[in-house]
């Protein structure tokens, strides 16, 4: 019996792009999916460049338009992985027409946007689902399992730290990802929205927030162009203002009653992606640490006082999330397959008419921590959410 295929249109195709085409070039050849994808349509601003990507990276034929690519009546899925700015007119497009719509995160550049992005998918009846692509790591998974399953008791402690080093430089260049207008936020939005997400779907909402931002380095030289991972490139002549924030630092309470510590900074020198969520319980701990993605660190308090210590599991048996579709254990996967995991269980999800995790809701209420922590350091006060 032939399977249901569903034709992906995909606008961008930058560092986001790139790892979004390899998740629909692979996922069928890791997991047995209920429906088939086709790369149909890649979209982007620039006519030649965007062909060359989508011969480079597999996709059927090349658009300049996104207003096109949603009106293609042959579309199924329209995938969003531009910058923020432009997330809510796509994606409100893209739910009135009836796709089923993608997004990477954060889902809009302002609450307001999130809620109005929201509303639309839900007024249209359509599946949706945000690229919060760390939930799909097998360790963090099983860390979540663990949780589930009461292993390590009530939860007390939630600490998490999402550090990077690359714009520590004052010449490095002003790229979109340092201006508001485009991002939304520089840190907070960038890398506290995945340690956010990760707390909220290990631990549950987030109740009150006290939060202080700061920028380091307020005026950077122009930039001249992109080089399609992070947004970097060649400094060009004159300079502009760093409007968004270099570090955020906030104290978090739980609807559950934990106590939560949040940092995130693009200044930490050494650190490249230590993207790190500990977990403190009544009965034991947990660690994640994105850097070393394929580890859990579990701290059972039920040990033998002589045996007491962390235990370093490698998530890679065929039984641990995920890892059953890839290789033989200690046989590691990376960072790829985060995302080849997340469209994997979108696919599943949609073909059984179930909701994609994470949603355009878990999106909302990422954004509604998000916004409560800017409010925050605004006001210099406790905010509840």
Known sequence: MSKKKLNVALIGYQFMGKAHSNAYRQVGRFFDLPVEVHMKTLCGRTDAAVRAAAERLGWEQAETDWRNVVADPSIDIVDIATPGNSHAEIAIAAAQAGKIVFCEKPIGNTLDEAKTMLDAV?????????????????????????????????????????????????????????????????????????????ARFLVGEFSDVCGHQTTFIKERPLAAAADGKLGAGAAGTGTGQVDVDDATLF?????????????????????????????????????????????????????????????????????????????????????????????????????????????????????RVLDAVERSANSKQWVSL
């Open 251 to 367: 104290l978090a309470r739980f609807q559950c009653g934990a106590v939560g510590t949040f940092e995130s900074t693009r200044f930490a020198l050494g650190r490249k992606n230590y993207n790190r969520i500990e977990i403190n319980g009544s009965k034991g701990s947990l660690v994640f640490n994105q850097e070393r993605m394929n580890e859990l660190e579990y701290y059972d308090n039920d040990d033998p006082e002589a045996t007491h210590g962390f235990r370093l599991i490698q998530a890679t048996e065929g039984c641990h999330p995920y890892m059953g579709g890839y290789w033989p254990v200690a046989h590691i996967i990376g960072y790829e397959h985060t995302f080849i995991n997340l469209v994997a269980d979108a696919l599943t999800a949609i073909a059984e008419g179930r909701p994609c995790s994470p949603d355009f809701e878990d999106g909302y209420q990422n954004q």
């Open 122 to 198: 839900k007024k249209a009846g359509v599946p949706n689902a945000v690229f919060h692509n760390y939930r799909k790591s097998p360790a963090m998974a099983l860390a979540k399992q663990l949780i589930d399953d009461g292993k390590i008791g009530t939860v007390y402690h939630v600490r998490a730290v999402y550090l990077q080093d690359w714009i520590v430089d004052p010449q490095f260049p002003l790229v979109w990802r340092l201006q508001r207008s485009i991002a939304g936020s520089g840190t907070l939005g960038d890398l506290g929205a995945h340690i956010i997400d990760a």
